[in-house]
Each structure stands twice: as structure tokens, then as C-alpha cells.
């Protein structure tokens, strides 16, 4: 479970990129995270594993984030980056998503298993020894969320995860995400995307959340979503 209470974010020049946000994702649930840009989505994405500082509470099972529990929250919480070029930058596949387990200390048996575990399971053991200077965006996309599924967090958080993905890939991707259990936020501008993948979403504007509730109630709300800056489906 995530639990967010009156989280803010305020930068240097006094700009609230993130004002009094609250919300709760059970565990399982998919919550997409929807608004203009410069709604606040990324400041939240980063403050919820401490790389922006910030007031309020983000409490993660039972862990508050704090100083001296932020090594911790940032195994339970994945953040999969818009750019999968910013997670992948060793010479093979295998190589990024062992990255992050030997860093813990892990065994290499147990990274092995985890590692072909992973390509296998999102269905990419093809790529194993190959480079990401030589992949598909899909191809990077799927591996860069390999590299974060091997950590094991129990919350995953998503930035724009279909930017750049050809339909056939978008597709593949959609079937992978909704088959995960994992908790997960995804923030994106693909509302098509987001009412199948996410039960809920929240809509950020200016920092602050605008609504929240069923995607199906809010996503096809011309008014409401006109109103927050968003444009609704099918408009």
C-alpha cells in the first residue's frame, strides 16, 4: 500500500510544484496519474522516493519515508523513467537488470535466476546478451522494466511508459502491465491507456489534485477534464 498525506513540494524560487496532495493505493490497485504539463506529476514521482525533498507523509506498508528510512523505501518503490536510455547503460541486458541486485549484495546465483526470470516473464530472453544501443524502443522499454522488477519492490511507478511505442509495442506493453500484481502509479498522458491498465486515477493541476476516482467516471467527463486541463477520450 501507498499512502501520500498533505505532501508539497516547493523548489528554491518558492513555486509549490507539488500542494497539500493526498491519496491511497491499496495494494494491487493501478492508479494512473493524469494532468497537463506541469501539473506536478514528475515532482510527486521523485519526492515519493526522497531524490526532491518534501513535506507531508509517504508511507509505504508500514515505512515512512524519512532520512533514515529512504534506502529503504527505495527497494519497496520502482520508478520505471520515461526514458528507458536513463536505466539502461551497461554493455548487455543481463548486465542492467543484475545491476540493481548486485548493488544489494545479492548472490550471483540468485541474481541468474532473477535476471532470466524476469526476460522471461515479459517475454524478452531474446535480448539477454544483446546491448540496448542496438533495441527497439519496445524492446527498451520491456527491458528497463526487467531491471526494476528484479529489485522485488512492492510498488511500481510508471512515467509515460507507452511514449515512443509503435501500437504493436503499446499493446504488448498494456497486456504485461495489467498481468503484473503489483501495486502501481503511472503517470501519462495516454488516457486510453490509463482506463484499461488503471481502475482509478487521479487528475493533478497546478500541483494540486484536481479529482480523483473511478478512471471510467472521470476519463470520459469532457467538463470535468476540460476543466482540469485535460483533454477527455474521445474528444
Do not use: W
Request: with cysteine.
Amino acid at each position: 500500500m501507498l499512502e501520500v498525506e498533505n505532501l508539497t513540494v516547493t523548489y528554491p524560487d518558492g513555486t509549490k510544484a507539488v500542494d497539500q496532495v493526498s491519496f491511497t493505493i491499496p495494494k494491487g490497485e493501478h492508479v494512473a496519474l493524469i494532468g497537463a504539463n506541469g501539473a506536478g506529476k514528475s515532482s510527486l514521482i521523485l519526492s515519493l522516493v526522497g531524490v526532491i525533498p518534501s513535506q507531508g507523509k509517504i508511507q509505504v506498508d508500514d515505512v515512512t519515508l524519512s532520512s533514515k528510512t529512504i534506502q529503504e523505501i527505495r527497494k519497496k518503490i520502482g520508478i520505471v523513467f520515461q526514458n528507458p536510455d536513463d536505466q539502461l547503460f551497461l554493455p548487455t541486458i543481463y548486465d542492467d537488470i543484475a545491476f540493481g541486485p548486485r548493488n544489494l549484495g545479492i548472490d550471483e546465483k540468485t541474481i541468474e535466476y532473477r535476471v532470466n526470470d524476469r526476460l522471461q516473464l515479459l517475454g524478452i530472453s531474446h535480448l539477454k546478451n544483446k546491448s540496448a544501443l542496438k533495441m527497439s524502443g519496445g524492446e527498451k522499454r520491456l527491458a528497463a522494466l526487467a531491471s526494476i522488477l528484479a529489485m522485488k519492490p512492492s510498488i511500481m511507478v510508471l512515467d509515460e511508459p507507452t511514449a515512443f511505442l509503435d501500437p504493436k509495442a503499446r499493446r504488448n506493453l498494456i497486456n504485461i502491465l495489467k498481468s503484473l500484481p503489483h501495486t502501481m502509479l503511472i503517470a501519462t498522458h495516454d488516457l486510453t491507456f490509463a482506463k484499461e491498465v488503471c481502475e482509478n486515477c487521479i487528475i493533478l493541476k497546478k500541483g494540486k489534485v484536481f479529482a480523483q476516482g473511478k478512471s471510467e467516471d472521470l476519463l470520459y467527463n469532457v467538463q470535468l477534464m476540460d476543466e482540469g486541463g485535460v483533454e477527455a477520450i474521445g474528444v
